[in-house]
């Protein structure tokens, strides 16, 4: 409550009294609520004249996981009857909410709390609603998590009913047997075009009135594309493809609702749905955990990235320079390392990357060891049009017959890379591309 200006927020009022209306084993029970009394003091040690601004609290029931924190599990891969199970408990809580004329409006995996003895509870009542079933009413549409959000309230449509929470069911539906989000949008019309590009664009024939969403013309998509998700998901069982068809359709009014998904071959053939009470019991694990290991393994990769641009190693190959010749590309080529780095074949316009250069093989080609004469090492700085764009060196052995080049780092605008230029530098361009050699060891 200290945020709040306003008194007690509207939204909290509503999820109150709608948890307050639902009984049932799916839905997450409110135990009770507790208040706090406001400190007598403010942050500077004045005395507080609002009496009243204390905290208010929900108190639940406990539940040990949430299924995103338990999806996420290492090595977790549920089971079809385990799928089953989960399914069901959620389409049957979700049609007692709708049967009372409750919209949920954020059904995803963290929001879906499993105990130990395997019972789901829909929770998170924060952003749900009572609805009429003229569906007359005007909605916002900024609600559901966007991966779970239907094509409806993204196209900006504010009259809509129980369909938009079978759209938000069907994606976790086909999450749990395809293991990851079907549609992880960054954004509106990402999310959009990633929905289109599986489930088809929609139009007057297979969604009658979609022209006439608000936002329609600005995202309806530019060219044709058909219906790929039986393709895309034909390895799913055969009741499980079709109820998931259904689903995910395009058209809300043609969606299919709780109580006939509950009625869906799916359910009633083998393997049929497990005994929750059957279920495995897992150690405690819950969606914020999973964004506390997230967050910390892109910690991690960003230091190690961090870490190879300031301490490069060898990774990949640049093609020497022929003279008077440009090239319209890099790229490494077949041939083995030597000498622990991965030379370079020599490549001019048309050549194969594969193809062997220098004297024929065999006898006498190379020393038995691998090196002879004198070796020497230069730094090599590649530039095309000002940018630098590789970080290389040139090795070269008295017994192979050519320089052998070996691109250290490549660079997009040179970010985090200094190069020092020595003095005396050897420059030759060749077209576009400009090489400059300094004559320093590689450290």
């Known amino acids: ?32 609520i507790v208040t706090s009394q406001g400190p007598e003091k403010d942050e500077q ?16 029931e406990y539940m040990d996981h949430d299924l995103t924190g338990l999806a996420d599990r290492p090595g977790m891969r549920f089971t079809v009857p385990q799928i089953k199970c989960y399914m069901r408990q959620l389409l049957t809580g979700l049609h007692y909410c709708h049967v009372n004329q409750v919209l949920h409006r954020d059904i995803k995996g963290s929001n879906l709390l499993i105990d ?9 009542f924060g952003l749900a609603r009572s609805f009429s079933n003229d569906h007359n009413a005007n909605l916002t549409n900024r609600v559901i998590t966007l991966w779970y959000r239907p094509p409806e309230l993204l196209l900006g449509a504010t009259k809509y009913g129980p369909a938009v929470d079978m759209w938000s069911v069907g994606c976790i539906f086909a999450e749990l047997l395809h293991g990851k989000p ?17 489930c088809g664009a929609p139009d007057e024939v297979n969604w009658p009135g979609v022209s006439k969403i608000p936002w329609y013309n600005n995202f309806k998509p530019t060219r044709p594309m058909k219906r790929r998700l039986r393709e895309v998901f034909r390895h799913f069982d055969r009741h499980a493809l079709e109820l998931l068809e259904r689903m995910l359709t395009l058209d809300p009014s043609q ?24 279920l495995p019991k897992y150690e405690s694990s819950h969606e914020f955990q999973t964004k506390k290991k997230r967050q910390q393994q892109r910690q991690h990769e960003e230091n190690a990235k961090r870490q190879k641009l300031q301490h490069p ?52 080609r190379y020393p038995a060891n691998g090196t002879s004469g004198d070796t020497t090492t230069k730094i090599v700085v590649v530039k ?58 590689l450290t």
């Open 1 to 32: 409550m200290d945020n709040e200006r306003e008194g007690f927020p509207i939204t909290a009022i509503r999820e109150i009294k709608i948890l307050k209306k639902l009984h049932h084993e799916n839905v997450i029970k409110l135990k009770e």
């Open 45 to 60: 040690g004045r005395p507080d004249g609002n009496k009243y601004k204390g905290g208010i609290y929900m108190v639940f």
């Open 116 to 124: 130990n003895e395997g019972n789901l509870k829909l929770a998170d």
């Open 182 to 198: 079907i549609f992880p949008g960054k954004d509106e019309p990402e999310q959009l075009n990633k929905i289109f590009e599986l």
């Open 255 to 278: 969606r299919m609702c709780a109580k006939d998904a509950l009625d869906a071959e799916y359910f009633w053939t083998d393997p049929l749905p497990c005994d929750p009470k059957s």
């Open 313 to 364: 190693q060898p990774h990949a190959r640049l093609p020497p320079l022929q003279s008077g010749q440009a090239h319209t590309q890099m790229r490494p080529g077949p041939n083995p390392p030597l000498h622990g780095s991965q030379p370079a074949v020599a490549a001019g316009p048309g050549h194969h990357y594969g193809k062997p250069r220098g004297p024929a093989g065999g006898p006498g």
């Open 384 to 441: 095309v049009a000002e940018e630098v764009i590789a970080v290389g060196r040139i090795h070269k052995d008295g017994g192979h017959p050519m320089a052998q080049v070996v691109c250290l780092v490549l660079v997009r605008g040179a970010a985090g890379v200094v190069v020092m230029e020595l003095e005396p530098p050897i420059t030759r361009k060749v077209g576009r591309m400009e090489v400059l050699v300094l004559d320093v060891a």
